[in-house]
């Protein structure tokens, strides 16, 4: 994975670790001892002061379900919406009914 993240992209992702670590209750050492990274790295990870996607950060972002890199943008809209629906069918479902709003915000665009 290591990756070279620039400035922006350790901060949106630090945020996105913090944030999720806040929204299901963990502290520090508690994540520590679920997934054995130290929690002064975490808070490290939390702070942006990391430049590499190392395989802790990859530890603590699969644990969180935290995205970490960008999408690559010549991937194929299609394919990723694809690859999200493919998870599960509650996933299949969500990207159903975006695209049934956003049919729907066509329509009546259309109509205007």
Known sequence: MNR???KNESAILAK???????SIGLTLAELENITGVNSSQISRFEAASFKFAS??????????QVETLYKNPN????????????KSPLHRLAV???????EHIDSIKASD
Request: proline letters at 0%.
């Open 96 to 102: 159903e009914e975006l695209l049934r709003a956003i």
């Open 55 to 64: 395989k802790n950060l990859q530890k603590i972002c699969n644990f969180l």
């Open 4 to 6: 070279k993240l620039n």
């Open 75 to 86: 991937t194929d809209l299609g394919e990723r919406v694809e690859k999200f629906a493919g």
């Open 16 to 22: 996105a670790i913090y944030q999720k670590r806040l």
